[in-house]
């Protein structure tokens, strides 16, 4: 029994499947989760002591890669100063200079301790803004647990089965619109029919938890279009695309502006730490300066602040996202070749350093339903295959892949020789 197979059972008795988050568990791929002892750069490194090239990069946040060592020392230096205060520091100032500076539209940030937190809280303020209950959401995008935006998400949702969970009362879930992601046209029906009771859309302007889907033409500019014509937000999700498609994630990518923006994970730099974002006369109907309530004990948290503000001073190097896109880009093509050449059909979506293979026929893959008609068993094999390569891809065939700084051209050719093993084995 491996030391993984042994941990997975101990933890298995006190916590729910032996994971804090279902996705961690591989029940899409089968098998037992790896059990991380530590990680530096480009690498994880489990309890059996192997090592992996990570493509998970703690899904998203580790864009520097993991353990980067400026990143540790700002993070060890200010925990001696004390971890939490629940009172005003001159940190958390700066992030919020720092993203208001950076980000188009981003007049005031609150910051929360999750993503889930960022989406929730954004959501309130925009139905307590606009006084209007419906919100508009696309199917197989993933904005966290709460329960106005769990219905029909993506990312674990998809792959535990449970697009709707149960617990999420019917009353929410009814004023909950899904919509298909990349289908303009199903949004202006929607907005022509209730356009006058929608508060929101939240949109993740590169779909991030259904594999990688980046927005088709006219799609993100048809939701601003149909929000202005109504009198409704619009929510970029960048939780996940933030500093990842571009520094100024999708919109600054895209061109597209939010009402609010919601982020986490980058500007955490691996800590807790999520943010929601915008129009300042949005934004100032937030408690305490309005009457729409929000909070969080550990919200703008000191050691969280400076790891964040280390992430943001090295991801604004000049060159840093040429690097993670040409790497991105060598990685993608790499492995489409090796599949071309060993006769498996494969797809590839790219958007910055974020990344996804689908296994299909299709030429091009660009909403829901073409990537639940992938094959998910050629998939998990794939998967596996990899893992014993010392490739380490997300447990499930609904994620996107990131790319670190950390990852040199010898870890990526190294990946590309382990997929042409892998696919050689694939029938
Ligand atoms: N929004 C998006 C786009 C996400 O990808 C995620 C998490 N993957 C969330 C929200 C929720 O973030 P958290 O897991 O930190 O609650």
């Known amino acids: 029994m491996s030391k993984s197979e042994q941990l997975f059972a101990e933890a298995r008795q006190v916590i729910p499947g032996g994971v804090n988050s279902p996705v961690r568990a591989f029940r899409a791929v089968g098998g037992t989760p790896l059990f991380i002892e530590r990680a530096e750069g480009a690498y994880l490194y489990d309890v059996d002591e192997k090592r992996y090239i990570d493509y998970v990069q703690s899904w998203g946040p580790m864009i520097l890669g993991h353990a980067q060592p400026e990143v540790i020392d700002a993070v060890t230096e200010q925990v001696q100063s004390g971890l939490s205060f629940g009172a005003p520091t001159e940190l958390e100032t700066e992030l919020a200079e720092e993203l208001c500076r950076l980000w188009p539209n981003m007049d005031l940030v609150r910051f929360v301790s999750s993503g889930t937190e960022a989406t929730m809280s954004a959501i309130r303020l925009a ?32 792959t535990m089965g449970v697009p709707s969970s149960p617990g999420v009362p019917a009353a929410l879930a009814d004023h909950t619109i899904t919509l298909s992601y990349n289908d303009a046209e199903g949004v202006r029906r929607c907005f022509d029919e209730i356009g006058d009771q929608i508060a929101c859309i939240i949109v993740e302007p590169v779909a991030g938890n259904m594999n990688c889907i980046p927005p088709v033409p006219g799609f993100l500019e048809t939701l601003r279009e149909v929000c202005d014509q109504h009198g409704a937000l619009l929510i970029l999700d ?137 094959d998910t068993d050629r998939f998990n094999r794939f998967f596996h295959g990899m893992l014993e390569q010392g490739v380490y891809l997300a447990p499930a ?31």
Request: aromatic letters at 8%.
């Open 127 to 158: 139905r307590g803004y606009t006084g209007r209950d419906k919100i508009v959401k696309f199917e197989g995008c993933y904005h966290g647990h709460s329960d106005s935006l769990l219905v029909k998400a993506g990312s674990g949702a998809l």
């Open 397 to 427: 065939s609904y994620e996107a892949g990131f790319m670190s700084a950390a990852h040199s051209e010898a870890d990526i050719e190294e990946t590309i020789e382990a997929a042409k093993k892998v696919f050689a084995t694939l029938d």
């Open 238 to 374: 960048e939780v996940m695309s933030g500093f990842r498609v571009s520094l100024t994630g999708a919109q600054g990518h895209y061109g597209i502006e939010a009402d609010l923006t919601t982020l986490g994970k980058v500007i955490g730099g691996g800590m807790p730490v999520g943010a929601f974002g915008g129009k300042r006369e949005i934004m100032e109907q937030i408690a305490p300066l309005g009457p729409i309530y929000q909070a969080g004990t550990l919200a703008g948290n000191p050691v969280a602040s400076v790891a964040g503000l280390e992430t943001l001073r090295q991801v604004q190097e000049p060159g840093l996202y040429d690097q993670l896109s040409a790497r991105t880009e060598r990685l993608v093509e790499g492995v489409l070749a090796a599949a071309k050449e060993a006769g498996i059909p494969l797809t590839a979506n790219r958007a910055g350093s974020m990344f996804g293979f689908f296994f299909t026929e299709e030429p091009q893959v660009s909403n829901y339903q073409q990537v639940m008609a992938c």
